[in-house]
């Protein structure tokens, strides 16, 4: 079967570090892999971007169509996605902009990219900006060099510790920004905006996988060597049910564009808090010491194997 005209960019792209001939030679091309919002399945486009200082910026245009794009449909459902830029690949957070900044945002676009105003011109659904934040900032060292399974566990709640902090320091400020309102009427924004919504989202998703990971993978692997740690397995899978319940109280409350109860997802966030702080608390004093000596990447088996003759000397 031939390849699509995506594809094509793609293959050209991915050979050539990221440089594309014809049509797109000289403009700024980037790939953005999303994960569907219904089939789960990975899904690469190729799509010019705009820089803004030190912001990477997309413009859901779809050529001026009457529907948003897929990929923007996807981001909304996975706030992650892997962005490959030349020879650069990581992953980012995809905040789509709202209100003034929206619009102060797409000027600049059309000022860089005039094709965006024609677009618009052409739809009556506003365009939406959105704006691509490293998920690992750079100069984000985590709890140091990872050597060991416990460093990488380490680094892990780090991360969420953080996240978390985060999401719940913008939440803050949004109901502070409605408590200094003044004058009549309703505050500006009643619902949370869509950077908490996608924040807390990815937060929420990497939760998930971290403690399916640990149910299915690490705990296991621990407990063979340590049959006497039952209870303190035990403990932590119950923990792990209690924190998947908040978990999807919060995701939820996030299944809109907005987030529409505010007040109820200030309580819940602080539930979760409260919880997930306690759990990794008790998972760091239970079981990562023993994690220590535990190499991070796991060795391959062949180079882990002994070599011929190898085991004298050893205890």
């Not at 031939?2 to 293959?11: K, L, R």
Request: charged residues 20%; aromatic residues 6%; negative net charge.
């Amino acid at each position: 079967m031939p390849m699509s005209f995506n594809e094509t960019i793609i293959e050209e792209f991915r050979a050539n570090e990221g440089k594309i001939g014809g049509p797109f030679e000289g403009g700024d091309l980037l790939l953005l892999t999303t994960t569907g919002a219904k089939s789960g399945t990975e899904r690469t486009t190729p799509l010019g971007y705009i820089r803004h200082g030190e912001l990477l910026l997309l413009v859901g245009s779809n050529l001026g169509a009457p529907n948003h794009p897929a990929w923007y449909h996807n981001l909304l459902a996975h706030p992650v996605v892997r962005v490959e830029i030349g020879t650069r690949t990581f992953q980012a957070l995809a905040v789509p902009a709202e209100g003034a900044r929206r619009d102060e945002l797409f000027a600049h676009a059309v000022r860089s990219a005039p094709g965006y105003g024609d677009y618009q011109d052409r739809t009556t659904r506003l365009l939406p900006v959105v704006v691509l934040e490293r998920a690992e900032p750079d100069g984000w060292a985590g709890p140091g060099e990872v050597r060991t399974l416990a460093d990488k566990v380490m680094e892990v709640h780090t991360w969420l510790r953080g996240q978390l902090r985060q999401v719940a320091a913008e939440t803050e400020a949004h109901f502070a920004e409605r408590a200094a309102h003044q004058g009549p009427g309703e505050p500006p924004v009643p619902g949370l905006g869509l950077q908490i919504r996608q924040r807390c989202l990815a937060f929420c998703q990497a939760l998930e996988f971290h403690h399916t990971s640990e149910d299915g993978h690490l705990f296991p692997g621990i407990a063979r060597h340590h049959p006497h740690l039952g209870d303190t397995f035990a403990r932590l899978e119950d923990e792990h049910r209690t924190v998947a319940r908040i978990q999807t109280a919060l995701v939820d409350l996030l299944a809109g564009i907005g987030i529409a109860e505010p007040k109820r997802f200030r309580v819940e966030l602080a539930a979760m808090a409260a919880e997930l702080n306690a759990h990794l608390d008790y998972e760091e004093e239970a079981i990562v010491p023993l994690l220590a000596e535990v190499p991070w990447p796991p060795v391959p088996p062949a180079e882990a194997a002994e070599p011929a003759g190898g085991g004298a000397g050893r205890a």
